[in-house]
């Protein structure tokens, strides 16, 4: 008895695994049959079969529209049943198919009259996401000023939040800020008003931390960290950020990451070379953020610590079709009120309203959601300065990697490969040129001494570290990023001499200042004179003719001059000059006699 007992529970979960399977749930609905005749049948051919199917079967095929004529396309009611009795009759002889007629839906549009200016969820691939999963079951906490359930939230469920600021559970915003965050992951959606939000069954707990100002502790939003943990918030989001690392922070969200917690936060907004606080901590994704056409918005931060990119918006000359459109509340009054707002702020809800869905399918470790986000991302290729970090994020994608549940090994290295890893110039990046360029740079430098070897003695140490600073620079500085360290000494050491200009500002783009003959002039003018410097002078004289000509080779990007022939001559006309100028002084140099 056991036995079949254990029988009929095994039979009665395989069937519901077979039903509930994709493949075999989603087999569509119909309530008519399409009939495809053979395109040799004669009209009259066609009318009696019909007529046999009238009297068989009691029921009447038409021509599908006006256009049907040619393709013999014919229509009937009819279910299951009668498809497949149509099927197994004598009628699959005179036909080319017998087909449910299914019944196709609009992908995922909501009816939010508001919808068709939120370029931002279009732009992420939401909508075939959403046929998938829309995040039901799953807890954001929004660690911010507060979240007021204005109108467009009314659908929108809610946990238990609490407010640090004013040390009570009411959690009401006074800003703006956190209603118009909280309104990018879960804005009621498919309720005929204001606008849409990325999980918008997934539910919210408002954790107030940043006063009506929109400032607050560092100790308050710890707290708030742990809070959410222990209530059981699975996605966090922080749109805030400042400059300074602290113990009590990152603990918090160590706390939280090992509880499972999915911490996202905002890169920053000052346009800088490194995200802020808490975005730059491990355990959290940093996001920077992206305009309307894909292209980093002009205030975020890039660069160490960012890992993913999201739409922040960017409002130019006023127009508000390039913000952010969400329903949150007019500080002054507090009344609801459909703001567009751009910010890495914005950018970050996008992200934390994709974990949620990425968990609601089941994929719940912290470290999992990461990298699926990153792996699904639409990579980037021509990011020298790190400005999306894996890519554009793409909600489809990374719902449907989520599903697969099957990363393993190789996933991990392929994605390493499709990133970029795997390549030197990922790890050993010299900055505004890139590895093998600045190898043959050198190599260069060590050639045009070659030339002059009559008056170089090519065994000094001095004039060796002039060729390599001159047209390398110590290259593989450049991309070593240490976590919390500032960046911009790694960018200088990481750079040569015609790069400084450009390394300071955290640019591509060549100083015009830099990269000419005035800086080797001073050099040799300065050092000429000492015995063991006046070498490493002509060795950076010559590397700088050596980086300029490559420079003008592969990349004539000059400040003020552009990319075309302008900045190219610009570049090979200095790099003779210090050819020149490197000749005169070695030759004076070795007349002067010289210390290895």
């Known amino acids: 008895?056991?036995?079949?007992?254990?029988?009929?529970?095994?039979?009665?979960?395989?069937?519901?695994?077979?039903?509930?399977?994709?493949?075999?749930?989603?087999?569509?609905?119909?309530?008519?049959?399409?009939?495809?005749?053979?395109?040799?049948?004669?009209?009259?051919?066609?009318?009696?079969?019909?007529?046999?199917?009238?009297?068989?079967?009691?029921?009447?095929?038409?021509?599908?529209?006006?256009?049907?004529?040619?393709?013999?396309?014919?229509?009937?009611?009819?279910?299951?049943?009668?498809?497949?009795?149509?099927?197994?009759?004598?009628?699959?002889?005179?036909?080319e198919a017998i087909d449910p007629n299914y019944t196709y839906q609009a992908l995922e549009v909501p009816n939010d009259p508001d919808y068709s200016k939120q370029w931002?969820?279009?732009?992420?691939?939401?909508?075939?996401?959403?046929?998938?999963?829309?995040?039901k079951d799953v807890t954001v906490a929004v660690i911010d000023t507060g979240i007021t359930k204005v109108p467009d939230l009314a659908n929108t469920k809610f946990v238990r939040g609490y407010d640090f600021v004013n040390d009570r559970?009411?959690?009401?915003?006074?800003?703006?800020?956190?209603?118009?965050?909280?309104?990018?992951?879960?804005?009621?959606?498919?309720?005929?008003?204001?606008?849409?939000?990325?999980?918008?069954?997934?539910?919210?707990?408002?954790?107030?931390?940043?006063?009506?100002?929109?400032?607050?502790?560092?100790?308050?939003?710890?707290?708030?960290?742990?809070?959410?943990?222990?209530?059981?918030?699975?996605?966090?989001?922080?749109?805030?950020?400042?400059?300074?690392?602290?113990?009590?922070?990152?603990e918090a969200i160590d706390y939280a990451h090992q509880k499972g917690v999915v911490v996202v936060a905002a890169a920053g907004n000052s346009n800088t070379n490194s995200a802020a606080f808490p975005a730059r901590y491990a355990n959290v994704i940093s996001v920077s953020a992206l305009d309307s056409t894909g292209a980093k918005a002009p205030y975020s931060n890039f660069g160490a610590g960012v890992d993913i990119s999201a739409p922040g918006g960017a409002i130019v000359d006023e127009n508000p079709l390039g913000g952010i459109l969400q329903e949150t509340i007019d500080p002054e009054t507090g009344k609801p009120q459909m703001v567009p707002l751009q910010g890495t702020s914005m950018a970050a809800p996008h992200v934390a309203g994709v974990a949620a869905l990425i968990q609601s399918v089941g994929m719940k470790e912290p470290d999992k959601v990461a990298f699926v986000l990153q792996q699904s991302a639409q990579v980037v290729k021509d990011d020298a300065l790190n400005h999306f970090g894996a890519g554009r994020l793409d909600a489809t994608a990374a719902v449907k990697l989520a599903q697969r549940e099957n990363l393993?090994?190789?996933?991990?290295?392929?994605?390493?490969?499709?990133?970029?890893?795997?390549?030197?110039?990922?790890?050993?990046?010299?900055?505004?040129?890139?590895?093998?360029?600045?190898?043959?740079?050198?190599?260069?430098?060590y050639l045009l001494a070659w030339f002059l070897r009559n008056y170089l003695p090519m065994g000094s140490f001095a004039l060796a570290s002039g060729l390599v600073t001159g047209s390398a620079g110590l290259f593989f500085l450049r991309g070593f990023y240490i976590f919390d360290l500032p960046q911009a000494p790694f960018r200088i050491l990481g750079s040569s001499i015609p790069e400084l200009g450009g390394a300071i500002q955290g640019s591509p783009l060549l100083n015009p200042f830099f990269a000419s003959v005035l800086i080797p002039f001073c050099l040799i003018a300065l050092l000429l004179g000492h015995s063991w410097w006046k070498w490493f002078a002509v060795g950076s004289t010559l590397g700088v003719a050596a980086c300029l000509i490559g420079s003008a080779a592969i990349d004539p990007a000059v400040l003020w001059l552009g990319e075309g022939w302008l900045a190219r001559g610009f570049l090979l006309l200095n790099a003779g000059l210090c050819f020149g100028l490197g000749s005169l002084a070695a030759k004076a140099a070795s007349s002067g006699g010289h210390t290895a």
């Open 1 to 95: 008895m056991r036995r079949l007992l254990l029988i009929g529970l095994f039979c009665l979960g395989l069937a519901w695994a077979v039903l509930g399977y994709p493949g075999f749930a989603n087999r569509g609905s119909y309530d008519s049959i399409v009939l495809d005749f053979r395109e040799d049948l004669s009209p009259s051919q066609i009318d009696q079969q019909l007529q046999t199917l009238s009297q068989q079967y009691g029921v009447t095929a038409h021509l599908n529209s006006a256009f049907s004529q040619a393709d013999h396309l014919y229509v009937l009611n009819g279910d299951s049943r009668l498809l497949q009795a149509l099927r197994r009759s004598d009628l699959r002889k005179s036909v």
């Open 120 to 135: 931002n969820l279009r732009s992420i691939n939401i909508e075939t996401a959403w046929d998938e999963t829309k995040g």
């Open 169 to 250: 559970e009411d959690a009401s915003d006074d800003n703006g800020h956190g209603t118009h965050v909280a309104g990018t992951i879960a804005q009621s959606t498919n309720n005929d008003y204001g606008v849409a939000g990325i999980a918008y069954e997934a539910q919210l707990m408002p954790l107030k931390v940043l006063s009506s100002f929109g400032g607050g502790t560092v100790a308050d939003i710890a707290e708030a960290i742990r809070f959410a943990a222990d209530q059981g918030a699975t996605v966090i989001n922080m749109s805030l950020g400042g400059f300074g690392d602290t113990h009590v922070l990152k």
């Open 408 to 445: 393993d090994v190789k996933d991990f290295f392929r994605w390493l490969r499709d990133n970029g890893y795997f390549n030197l110039r990922f790890w050993i990046d010299g900055g505004v040129t890139a590895l093998l360029p600045k190898l043959g740079m050198v190599l260069g430098s």
